[in-house]
């Protein structure tokens, strides 16, 4: 019986194809029709009619408009009305219960006191239809919505803007995050329910091309590139699109900016890069904290130091500057005499502070030099010099961030649960996506210079002594840290290093 009714529907496919488009294109007319003004209805009436008796004066003018129709229908009805993510032009009752609930909360946003138009787009006796271009559902709720709004909307002002994405994102259904899409030329806003980021990604060797680092990871929406990562609780990689970071003389956004709230994993972006710049160069760590978050990098291969005191990251951070002079004269020298330039010199070489206002309060007590003031020399020229800065800091310092610092970093990362108020005074724009109901840690937005903003999520990469960490996550980052120094004279020579 099965293979008979499978026949039939085989044999009947093209006319079922063709009357789902019918039905498809009869709904997009009659929402076309419940949309357009009073006025503008006879006018289109009478251009589609003289365009139908040119099509019948044309020799095979009937035939091609036939052809032409059949190819519409079988297009819009090449695909269920049940797949996943595609629009559907003829709505449940539930389902124009739900439209219609969004549009009358819309009504108070976008209505015009005193429209003299006689069908406003947006009116508390409306219709959804009039409003609402494309939609689809998703297990009974909106996963997609696209709606045109008035022109006298101020779309150019953040505030308005984020009030009406707050409330179409309750409206819709919290517990997830959503992308919001203004087209303010067009006057349409598309609404976009995301999927969660990837949260189980540990810290491994990545692929990646000299100069790149990856930050962390975000969805295909703006990224096309992917990397084979592991993820803990899986045997086969799987490709996911990297946030990637290119640094060197070639980089327009040559050093980093990391800002976040208490525990929302800006540490463990510093660990992430330094175990990625390990690899092919040399790392030096000021904490500012002094928690002793990175006591794990003490003594081991390609770590010139981990200062934790005031004294050690002032000497810590003159070297860096004195290096990166030296690197600078020693490059010019060598490029003029058209050789090539030693390992030494070329070789990268990161500075990674955590927490510089607290060491900034305690010089300004102790009246010492600034130590933000020390890293204006690596800041400006270390990107010919190949030296790379990478900054991080919660919400509660960034006023005492200092000039350098902020000029420098056209890198930016914003991590944990904030505003998109906050998100846009470090990025400099405000993310297209609403805030996340649950922020992990290591969740958060990303911004190369000028490019949009990304979503993020930082590997997880926590400190190897960190009890209260998983032990799959310590232990890939153990695996990844290089062998610790045992020889008297690495250890003499890292001592007299900063003096």
């Known amino acids: 019986m099965r293979a008979t009714t499978d026949g039939v529907l085989d044999v009947l496919h093209p006319v079922l194809v063709l009357g789902r488009g019918a039905r498809c294109l009869a709904a997009h007319g009659r929402a076309w029709w419940a949309r357009t003004p009073s006025e503008r209805r006879g006018p289109t009436l009478f251009a589609v009619a003289a365009c139908g008796v040119l099509l019948w004066l044309l020799p095979y003018g009937p035939v091609l408009a036939v052809l032409g129709a059949l190819a519409t229908t079988a297009w819009y009805g090449r695909q269920g009305p049940a797949g996943p993510g595609t629009f559907r032009a003829g709505p449940t009752t539930g389902e124009r219960a739900r439209l219609q609930t969004v549009y009358e909360a819309l009504v108070p946003y976008f209505a015009l006191d005193g429209d003299p138009h006689p069908e406003p787009l947006y009116a508390y ?28 909307f101020r779309d150019g002002e953040l505030a308005e803007r984020l009030r009406v994405e707050q409330l179409l994102a309750a409206k819709t259904g919290r517990g997830r995050e959503f992308r919001f899409c203004w087209d303010e030329e067009c006057n349409l806003l598309e609404m976009t329910a995301l999927e969660p980021l990837p949260t189980g990604i540990h810290a491994q060797p990545f692929v990646t091309a000299p100069g790149e680092t990856v930050l962390g990871f975000t969805d295909g929406c703006e990224i096309t590139r992917t990397v084979p990562v592991c993820f803990l609780d899986e045997d086969a990689p799987r490709d996911v699109p990297p946030v990637m970071w290119r640094t060197g003389p070639r980089s327009t956004e040559a050093h980093l900016l990391a800002v976040g709230t208490p525990g929302s994993g800006t540490s463990s972006l510093l660990r992430s890069l330094a175990l990625q710049a390990l690899g092919r160069g040399e790392v030096l760590f000021v904490d500012g904290d002094g928690g002793g978050e990175f006591a794990a990098f003490a003594a081991r291969r390609g770590v010139l130091g981990v200062e934790t005191t005031l004294p050690g990251a002032l000497s810590a951070l003159e070297w860096a500057a004195r290096e990166t002079e030296r690197r600078l004269l020693e490059t010019s020298r060598y490029r003029q005499r058209g050789e090539p330039v030693p390992q030494e010199t070329s070789r990268p070489l990161w500075v990674l502070v955590d927490r510089p206002a607290a060491l900034t309060y305690l010089a300004r007590t102790q009246g010492r030099t600034d130590p933000q003031e020390l890293l204006r020399i690596p800041l400006r020229h270390g990107r010919a010099a190949g030296v790379t800065v990478a900054v991080a800091e919660q919400f509660d310092g ?26 846009g005074g470090v990025l400099g724009e405000a993310p297209q996506t609403g805030p996340a109901p649950d922020v992990p840690p290591g969740r958060g937005f990303a911004r190369l210079g000028h490019g949009p903003v990304l979503r993020l999520q930082v590997p997880a990469t926590p400190d190897p002594q960190d009890e209260t960490a998983r032990e799959a996550a310590r232990s890939a980052v153990q695996e990844l840290l290089p062998e610790p120094v045992r020889a008297p004279a690495d250890e003499e020579h890292r001592q007299v290093l900063f003096r």
């Open 125 to 152: 006796d409306g219709r959804w239809e009039r409003a609402f271009e494309e939609f689809a559902f998703r297990d009974g709720r909106i996963c997609e919505l696209l709606l045109r709004y008035p022109a006298s």
């Open 398 to 423: 960034t006023e005492e961030l200092g000039d350098a610092v902020l000029t420098y970093t056209r890198a930016r990362v914003v991590l944990g649960a904030v505003s998109p108020e906050q998100v």
